[in-house]
């Protein structure tokens, strides 16, 4: 295979933190490449410097063999390298066709535009309406927007970080056919992801880095998962130990009856009569397709807004539907948001500050309007110490934690409030094998304490792994609640695509 892209002994340092130390790595047309690391090994450092955001301290980069120096993200398009990021970088209310011109140089969204669009959405085999505005599409239509836009440039590299996160099982298999195809036609594919068994199935081969430096490289089909994760995280990955069955006369944390929210800007879809309850010891979970009103309920249970009747909400027997969040948080409810720098952490405040953000009334951080500064850093260096959260210190800002790693504070910042209620959307959401099994062990442990969760997600192993009982929204509505031993896969996925209707009134 033709050599499209190497780094050459790169190191990246920022200021005392060595994020990419002698990194040597080499990109072939063709060629689904796998980049594997647990949070903070350096990947996004990588990224960037594939994609000209930063320049190595010492090494180089080759461009089909002859040295270069890129200047810049333009200069990365110019020869052919796209980037698809983690973080969508769309306007909600623009149309995908005017998304995909600001992209491209004097891009116009004109008819001609929309018939390429539609062009290589065929070719490719990812179904998208270029008139559509984005605000409504569904998280997988919004990265299908990402990936025509970044085809519009006719990559010869294609870079894709975390591309199925949030995406259900068959949108992944769609994803992995349209990356095959890419990799027919010759194009080199760099996939960076934290789900061992796609990268088995798509890439033929796997580059593991751990603390900024290339440990291995293999064949990911001739090795196990657990191969995988071991090289990743430098140790054995321990499986979750459970946690008791629950008891069914256990106490009511939440009860949820005929909740009703109109479709609005706080979720695709509104709600529809939702009723369902969660106990005391028990992780309830909730699959379904991104946009189809996961939304509008954590907002409806979260207090981000109110419903029409207190009663709609119960909180260990008290009406909670018109109560503001804080008052839901001092009657022991706390919450993971699924976006977790829009409404989980402040990019710009530094950890200690993050901290405080929910905990500072449950934790008595302030007093007669004046905050506690010793015991908000006490509390953030507690989250770190437990969540192995790698970061420069107390200091640091939260923006300047990589993803899984901030993902890792806010969930430690919400579990050790010891609330009687957990809302976690998607808490393993970009975080290596280590790190989610970590994640998941505190999820279990916290059950078997007594408290309530209530667990929405796309992952459908991780709902099958850890909950009691299960249901799925689509369009709003719920279907009716089962216990996890009768649930799998494919009915799952057959109530997400909104294929089975099974609805509870």
């Known amino acids: 295979m033709t ?21 040597s790595l080499s990109l072939k047309a063709g060629e689904v490449h796998a980049l594997l690391g647990e949070n903070g090994a350096g990947k996004s450092t990588v990224v960037k410097t594939i994609c000209g955001l930063v320049e190595p301290d010492s090494g180089f980069l080759s461009w089909r063999g002859e040295r270069v120096i890129l200047t810049g993200p333009a200069d990365a398009r110019a020869k052919g390298i796209a980037v698809v990021f983690q973080h969508f970088s769309l306007f909600d209310a623009l149309t995908v066709a005017e998304n995909i011109a600001l992209g491209l140089d004097n891009g116009r969204a004109d008819s001609a535009l929309a018939d390429r669009i539609r062009d290589l959405a065929q070719r490719y085999g990812l179904a998208i309406d270029p008139s559509a505005v984005v605000g409504n599409l569904s998280v997988g239509e919004m990265q299908r927007v990402e990936i025509i836009r970044a085809l519009m440039q006719d ?141 509008a309920l954590l907002a409806a249970l979260s207090g981000e807004f109110p419903v029409s009747s207190d009663s709609m909400i119960r909180l260990n027997g008290v009406a909670i539907g018109r109560m503001p969040p804080q008052a839901r948080r001092s009657r022991g409810l706390a919450y993971v948001p699924p976006d977790r720098l829009g409404t989980g952490a402040v990019p710009d405040l530094d950890l200690s500050e993050n901290a405080l953000l929910s905990a500072y009334r449950r934790l008595a951080m302030a007093a007669r309007g004046l905050l506690h500064p010793g015991k908000a850093s006490h509390f953030a260096q507690q989250i770190i110490r437990q969540f192995d959260v790698r970061s420069a210190g107390l200091s640091a800002r939260a923006g300047s934690l990589s993803g899984g790693n901030l993902q890792k504070f806010i969930v430690g910042r919400e579990m050790l409030q010891a609330p009687s209620l957990l809302l976690a959307a998607h808490p393993t959401w970009g975080v290596d094998a280590g790190a989610a099994a970590a994640i998941h062990q505190a999820l ?26 299960i249901a799925v929204i689509c369009d709003g509505r719920l279907s009716k609640p089962m216990a996890v031993a009768d649930a799998d896969a494919t009915t799952m996925g057959l109530l997400m695509a909104g294929e089975a209707v099974d609805a509870a009134h």
């Open 155 to 295: 990559p010869q590299l294609l870079v894709l970080d975390e591309p199925t996160s949030v995406l259900t099982p068959a949108e992944v298999e769609a994803l992995i056919r349209t990356l095959r195809l890419l990799a027919d036609e010759g194009r080199g594919i760099l996939y960076i992801s934290h789900k061992l068994g796609e990268i088995r199935q798509l890439c033929d081969r796997v580059t593991v880095l751990r603390s900024g430096k290339v440990v291995g490289e293999t064949d990911p089909k001739a090795s196990t998962p657990d191969q995988l994760a071991e090289m990743m995280i430098g140790q054995r990955l321990t499986a979750p130990s459970g946690k008791p069955p629950v008891n069914s006369d256990a106490r009511i944390l939440l009860e949820v009856e005929h909740l009703n929210a109109p479709a609005g800007p706080l979720g695709l879809s509104g709600l529809h009569d939702l009723t369902f309850t969660v106990l005391a010891g028990e992780i309830f979970g909730i699959a379904g397709v991104a946009g189809n009103g996961q939304k």
């Open 3 to 23: 050599e499209l892209l190497a780094l050459h002994r790169t190191t990246k340092r920022y200021g005392a933190v060595v994020a990419n130390a002698d990194i």
């Open 444 to 469: 279990l442990d916290l059950a078997a304490s007594g408290a309530g969760i209530l667990l929405i997600s796309e992952d459908l192993d991780e709902l099958l792994a850890l909950a009691d009982r």
